[in-house]
Nanobody, 125 residues
Framework: VQLQASGGGLVEAGASLTLSCAAS????????MAWFRQAPGKERELVAGINWNGESTFYGDSVKGRFTASRDNAKNTLYLQMSSLKPEDTAVYYC???????????????????WGPGTLVTVSS
């Protein structure tokens, strides 16, 4: 499956932004999905994971209560709604996928087989 994230940009602190990740495959509903991010000089970290039907989600501690992951399997698209953005949210955001159709959410980067090229989010103070 090929993934293409979009929606990044430059915003001010406190603003909201929604990222999208379009998947190329019609069997999108067989895939567990996630958003990861990587800031300059830092390791890649999980932002949010979501299972195949969207019923299970998991969030990194730094974004809990501010970010919401969702998916529309009819549109083969994953979303990340980000609110109350902070300068420390500045990073390249990646969407990832793995063919995995259970209630579980995958939370480790090494568990994902497919990655998109990323979209840059910059939050100014």
């Amino acid at each position: 499956v090929q993934l293409q994230a979009s929606g990044g940009g430059l915003v001010e602190a406190g603003a909201s932004l929604t990222l999208s990740c379009a998947a190329s495959r019609d069997t999108f509903d067989w895939y567990a999905m996630a958003w990861f991010r990587q800031a300059p000089g830092k390791e890649r970290e999980l932002v949010a994971g979501i299972n195949w039907n969207g019923e299970s989600t998991f969030y990194g501690d730094s974004v809990k209560g501010r970010f919401t992951a969702s998916r529309d399997n009819a549109k083969n698209t994953l979303y990340l709604q980000m609110s109350s953005l902070k300068p420390e949210d500045t990073a390249v955001y990646y969407c990832a996928a793995r063919r995995f159709r259970t209630i579980a959410v995958l939370t480790l980067a090494l568990e994902y087989d497919y990655w998109g090229p990323g979209t840059l989010v910059t939050v100014s103070s």
